[in-house]
């Protein structure tokens, strides 16, 4: 809302400083967010007198003040910071024969969505060119001059903000207005020169013969105002704001006028508005207004009457103000108080339909008396503050995979539906309906596809080494075609995990599969979780065989892999990244609430190595099975010390290294003893792995 | 010659050559050619049988003395040697101490992850219970329920992505006040944090994804005098210095009254500048007294019970902490941008 200063000192008085006077104002609610100058030269430049210099304050209109959208309810403000009172204006109207209501006769047909229904005629009339003051107004108001009336009816608008709308009385049909809901298929052509589809849910202003005007949003071509025009019908009204809103988002239409309505325009400035305008068209365009304005009212509003308690306003401010003190602050928004024994009876003037209870009244006071003078205090009374489960395990999970060189990640859980279908999830997708783009139009299934994205950007900066993890939302449709969403955690590396390892064999520094995996492995040492296995599988997203599934005991909880190179081509990534991701809950769930200390062992432990040639067929894990299902419990660790194929290995072989522990925790073992377990163990070895040993 | 001359000759050769020793091997084998079971020095005392009876003793005590000097001279030498040895193994093993260290990557938090987790440390430690809330909403809960009226224009402010005719994506954290409020009873302070979404096109300073933090409270006798209290409390332990509270009327339906809060611009210390455009304050977020509305929908009854609530969106508070003037920074996941803070 632009606001005039040099316009609105006609309804108030002022002294202070303008920078003051915007302090003022923006601490009591209407925030003026730029304060523009207006020189004479670009009045002029604008078709204005180029008389005045002027100076425009923006004000940002919160969407419960439509009453803030006029100069008089900005001088409303106005008056208790500086302690005046407002000036309404007070048209003086020469009226002649005949009567208004003798040239046209108005009939409401939908209350429901039209509150009021005034008219003024004025005939002989001559439409042109405004005069310099009105022109400096209407530029001042951000608008652009067109003719005298034109002009006329957004002059009034912007003082006393009740959009107006001025009809050739000549050219509507059967002296007749309508307020009626337009019919099914019925059209208009409005002003714009679109023709609009009408429906049952709008309201029209129609003649005797066809829609003139959508009501409240914009008129009609037929019936518009022209250089030709003499008899002129200015359309006061009071439209609901929720019709007004439907239609004018139905039609995709927004103008000053729907603007307006759609926050809520005073029932009771409607009269004055047409008498204002009749006034000023008789002024500046020499026409003679018919004797009588007319009103169609079915239900009047009436002043809403709200009491308030001191003592309450007090408490919910938090603040000791007398009874005196806030009725002044109410009188001087014009909103008359009076005390009634133990409470204020307060008369609610209709430019105020946002106050409707008690708390409206109290914030009233609190903004007169300050904001800024409230006191600060804390609530009373202690509780205990806590973070959620998920908030705590967030934090953990966070602290661990830093540890292990994880960088976190933060990505858009609004992504392209492609990466679903990377990720080959694309069916459990849930979609916007109303995307921004066709770029962001679904919400991720999978954090990692989005990771690859972050891999994918880095080597676009010229990073080759990336190692980065996320803990966030993802979100799935269910079969029935619910949308829900849970927490999850993936990871993603990519090249090398040293930031600096000159001297270092190179290859022995680049990640792979088993690079994820020990993080991951590290992840679950972290939560105490025992019994992860890591089963051969296959995943869209992954390397067909270079993938797991990750099960905690016989529960799934995600999967590790490196990634398939159908979706590094899709991404355009490089390299071989490996990623990991799993359920969120099923981490919170399987991690032990208690953990057991053990004590640490008091007898040494004895090493052996074993050098088996066995078949790549053959996992790993079979073979940590039969050593510790021989070893009888004495075997406390096996270590995976080397891998070896190629030359003297059978193709289709490869030659581990396996270094074993052996411990008992009630004795020293001797040499003996653990020699004829690593027998046994060679045993099993040869008879469940066809291992040979060299 | 004598037996003692030889004696002395022995000694004197032995001590040149002890002086003479390069390394401690030399050394070594000095010390077994004179003092070793069969050295030159100790062999000389089986020559002692052949010698007069009177002049044994002389002897004997001469042989030792040669003995005790050679040894104390070799000893003397074996240090020097030791620490020449020692010296000149360090020249050999010496390295360039200005070569750049070898490093693993260390992974660091992410800001806005932080920035979050600061927050939340400085509300529990106000007695506020996080909870975990859906992104997925229903209209009720995100407008509906927190007093949004019907067709109202306060809805332009909150643009919003919608799955089906009902279910959207939450426009702010405030949506799950509903959810606590018919599971709760007072008091309360509950709060919670994360993504919001609003139909808003990407650019340096607006994004269709942002953070959000809302807390809220309901308890017997809470005032704005409170909820001001809670805020400057905040802002304090937040930003780590004294800072003033500005409160400004604002409008948002679920709150009566409401307000729009500012703390002291924590670049300029209230003097004015360009981040905070003059005016000495930072626009931070909403806040209010619950609205009685709302309070009666679940069952308090306004009465007996107020509460505040307040909210506000967290990549303002890193942007303006270190400077960040482009938004889209924080979710691109450059590693030179996340690296640095
Ligand atoms: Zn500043």
């Known amino acids: 809302m632009k606001v005039s200063i040099d316009w609105l000192r006609q309804y108030i008085d002022f002294t202070c400083p303008l920078g003051e006077l915007a302090d003022g104002l923006t601490m009591a609610g209407l925030e003026v967010e730029e304060t523009i100058q207006i020189s004479k030269a670009e009045f002029a430049a604008q078709g204005g007198s180029g008389e005045i210099d002027d100076t425009v304050f923006d004000i940002k209109v919160t969407p419960n003040r439509g009453d803030w959208l006029s100069m008089i309810g900005v001088a409303r403000e106005v008056a208790p910071l500086v302690g005046e009172k407002v000036r309404l204006p007070e048209p003086k109207v020469i009226e002649s024969e005949p009567a208004s209501s003798e040239l046209i006769e108005i009939r409401i047909d939908a209350p429901e969505l039209c509150r009021r229904y005034v008219c003024a005629v004025i005939r002989n009339v001559t439409v042109k060119e405004s005069p310099g003051w009105l022109k400096d107004r209407i530029i001042a108001a951000g608008m652009r001059p067109i003719n005298n009336v034109v002009d006329i009816t957004n002059f009034v608008m912007m003082e006393l903000g009740q959009p107006l709308h001025a009809f050739d009385l000549s050219l509507l049909h059967g002296n007749q207005i309508i307020v009626r809901r337009a019919k099914d298929s019925e059209t208009i052509t409005s002003i714009d020169e679109s023709e609009r589809k009408l429906d049952s849910e709008m309201l029209v202003i129609a003649d005797h013969d066809r829609p003139v005007a959508i009501a409240g949003i914009m008129g009609g071509i037929d019936s518009e105002i022209g250089e030709q025009t003499k008899d002129i019908l200015i359309e006061s009204a009071n439209f609901n704001s929720v019709g007004i809103r439907r239609t004018a988002k139905r039609l995709n239409m927004s103008t000053d006028a729907s603007y307006r309505f759609e926050r809520g325009v005073d029932p009771g400035i409607t009269v004055l508005a047409a008498l204002r305008a009749a006034e000023l068209i008789a002024q500046l365009g020499g026409g003679e207004v018919c004797k009588g304005v007319v009103d169609v009212y079915p239900s009047p509003i009436e002043p809403l009457e709200v009491k308030i308690r001191p003592a309450r306003v007090n408490k919910i401010l938090g603040v000791s103000i007398d009874a005196g003190a806030m009725i002044a602050c109410l009188n001087s928004l014009d909103i008359e108080s009076a005390i009634d024994g133990e409470a204020i009876n307060c008369k609610v003037p209709t430019f105020r339909p946002d106050i409707t209870h008690e708390i409206d009244l109290i914030e009233e006071v609190g903004r007169v008396y300050g904001y800024d003078k409230l006191p600060m205090t804390l609530p009373q009374g202690a509780s205990q503050g806590k973070d959620s489960p998920e908030g705590k395990l967030r934090d953990k999970l966070r602290r661990i995979l830093m540890a292990s060189g994880g960088q976190e990640a933060l990505t858009h859980s609004i992504v392209d539906i492609g990466l679903a279908r990377v990720a080959g999830r694309e069916e459990q997708s849930v979609n916007l309906r109303n995307p921004l783009s066709e770029e962001l139009n679904s919400m991720r299934v999978m954090l990692a596809p989005n990771l690859l994205q972050v891999i994918e950007r880095n080597q676009a900066f010229g990073n080759q080494n990336v190692c980065v993890f996320e803990i966030g939302k993802v979100y799935f449709a269910d079969a029935s075609g619910k949308s829900s969403e849970k927490l999850a955690i993936a990871g993603a590396v990519v090249g090398n995990l040293w930031e600096r390892s000159w001297g270092l064999p190179a290859k022995a520094l680049d990640v792979d599969f088993y690079t994820c995996k020990g993080i991951l492995e590290s992840l679950f040492d972290g939560l105490c979780i025992q019994n992860v296995k890591f089963v051969e599988a296959t995943d869209p997203l992954l390397h067909p065989t270079r993938a797991a599934k990750v099960f905690v005991g016989d529960r799934e909880i995600g999967i590790l892999g490196e990634a398939a190179s159908t979706a590094l081509e899709t991404l355009g990534v490089r390299g071989r990244p490996c990623v990991f991701e799993l359920d969120f809950h099923a981490l919170m769930e399987t991690a032990p609430q208690v953990v057991t200390y053990q004590e640490p062992p008091r007898y040494p432990a004895m090493q052996r190595h074993i050098a088996a040639v066995v078949a790549d067929s053959i996992p790993y894990a079979k073979l940590v099975d039969l050593i510790r299902t021989a070893g009888g419990g004495m075997v406390e660790e096996i270590e995976l010390l080397d891998v070896y194929k190629g030359e003297h290995i059978g193709e289709g072989q490869s030659s581990l290294t396996l270094g074993v522990v052996f411990r008992s925790r009630e004795k020293t073992l001797t040499d003996e003893e653990v020699n004829s377990v690593l027998a046994l163990i060679k045993d099993a070895l040869s008879q469940g792995a066809n291992a040979i040993f060299r | ?341």
Not at chain 2, 84 to 90: G, I, N, Q, T
Not at chain 2, 112 to 131: H, P, S
Not at chain 2, 166 to 180: E, K, Y
Not at chain 2, 306 to 317: K, N
């Open chain 2, 1 to 341: 010659m004598s037996e003692n001359d030889i004696l002395q000759s022995l000694r004197n050769a032995a001590l040149a050559s002890i002086h003479e020793a390069k390394n401690s091997a030399q050394l070594d084998s000095i010390e077994t050619q004179y003092l070793g079971r069969k050295g030159e020095i100790t062999s000389q005392l089986r020559r002692i049988g052949s010698l007069p009876a009177e002049e044994r003793k002389d002897f004997g005590q001469a042989v030792n003395d040669a003995k005790e000097a050679v040894d104390a001279a070799i000893t003397a030498r074996r240090e020097a040697l030791v620490s020449v040895e020692a010296d000149a193994k360090f020249v050999d093993e010496a390295i360039d101490v200005t070569m750049p260290g070898r490093l693993w990557h260390t992974g660091r938090s992410h800001i806005l992850v932080d920035t979050l987790q600061r927050i939340k440390e400085i509300f529990i430690g106000m007695g506020y219970e996080f909870v975990e809330t859906p992104e997925i909403e229903d209209y009720k809960s995100n407008f509906e329920a927190l007093n949004y009226p019907e067709e109202h224009p306060a809805l332009d402010e909150q643009m919003s992505f919608y799955i089906t005719d009902d279910t959207l994506l939450r426009t702010h954290t405030t949506a799950f006040q509903h959810q606590v409020m018919s599971n709760r009873k007072p008091p309360m302070r509950v709060a919670t944090l994360g993504k919001c979404y609003r139909s808003d096109a990407v650019d340096a300073t607006h994004s269709h994804t942002f953070h959000q933090v809302d807390c809220f409270t309901i308890d017997r006798g809470i005032s704005m005098a409170d909820l001001k209290g809670t805020i400057h409390q905040f802002a304090v332990e937040m930003f780590g210095r004294e800072v003033n509270v500005r409160f400004r009327p604002d409008f948002f339906p679920f709150v009566e009254p409401g307000a729009e809060f500012s703390v002291t611009c924590i670049i300029c210390g209230g003097d004015g500048c360009n981040v905070c455009k003059g005016s000495g304050f930072l626009e931070l977020g909403g806040a209010g007294l619950i609205h009685p509305n709302i309070l009666t929908a679940h069952g308090f009854d306004p009465e007996e019970y107020s509460g505040f609530a307040f909210g506000f969106g967290i990549e303002r508070m890193p942007m303006l902490m270190y400077g960040i003037r482009d938004l889209r920074l924080f979710m691109e996941n450059d590693m030179r941008f996340l690296r640095q803070l």
